[in-house]
């Protein structure tokens, strides 16, 4: 027990590098503590700083190419690089160092300068101007142009105006066929417009003697229209060259064939009726054409004697047949 504890005590006296070993390693120990300790500090500053750096990533989703055109604008200025502002956009307000749109009398960031209803950029596809608004082509169609009276949408190119409407060419066609108007256009009915064709098939009276529809001249008689042409008596076919006609049930007819189906020409003569009359043997006489058929004297009384259809005076009678 005492040579092992004089050994201890003899190595810790005479052996300079026993005696210096357990101070380096107690702190190297501690130096590992220390960057251990110091990892994990850094392990939670990281993992905070990446949960900021999310948060403001979420943050800044909406901003635009400006941001980064003014930072690198600011960066290059620190090193001596000077960038020129070309002006300030007409929408963000921003100095412009890069690309730029006049437009408008005013100028804009390319990315900037959009449709106003879509949003769309402008800067390659031309634009529509309306109010001091810059619009798409289809936009501005869309909202602003006149609308055909047919198919509703807008007219972008050809217009044609008619009835108070507008209308695509290919779209102003007549109502009831669908045909396109030739030389002779058209005619309109309650607000729609029809060929010549339909119209008067459709719409225009119907001439009582052919039954075609008249158009232009056109007469008033006998309870509907004629052609001239077609009104004429209805059994002759001849005209009323004197202007003079008589109606039986809706039809026209001349003296001669009016009294013809009343019954009303003379038997004698063949005449239309017109004033007094004799009825005998089943037909009407003029009264001075009521006579004798052997002798020819009128038989003013009304007496006579019958014989074959035809009036005899009696003494004649009495002559021929007794």
Known sequence: MLGLGQGISTASASDPVSSTTPPPLTQKQSVKKKIEGGQQENKESSSRAGSDADASTTSKKTDTIDDLLGGLSSDLEKIGVCTTTKGHCASCNKSIVGKMITALGQVWHPEHFVCVACKTELSTTGFFEREGQPYCDKDYHQLFSPRCAYCKGP???????????????????????????????????????????????????????????????????????????????????????????????????????????????????????????????????HPEHFVCAFCLRQLSQGIFKEQKGKPYCSACFNKLFV
């Not at 256009?185 to 225009?204: M, R, T, W």
């Not at 008589?246 to 039809?251: I, Y």
């Open 155 to 285: 007219i972008v190119q050809n217009i044609l105006t008619a009835l108070d409407q507008t209308w695509h060419p290919d779209h102003f066609f007549c109502t009831h066929c669908g045909g396109l108007f030739g030389p002779d256009g058209f005619l309109e009915k309650d607000g729609k417009p029809y060929c010549s064709k339909d119209f008067y098939l459709l719409f225009a009276p119907k001439c009582s003697g052919c039954g075609e529809s008249v158009r232009e001249n056109y007469l008033t008689a006998a309870n509907g229209t004629w052609h001239p042409e077609c009104f004429v008596c209805a059994d002759c076919l001849k005209p009323f060259t004197d202007g003079c006609f008589m109606e039986l049930n809706g039809r026209p007819l001349c003296s001669h064939h009016f009294h013809s189906r009343q019954g009303t020409l003379c038997g004698g003569c063949g005449e239309p009726i017109t004033g007094r009359c004799i009825s005998a043997l089943d037909r009407k006489f």
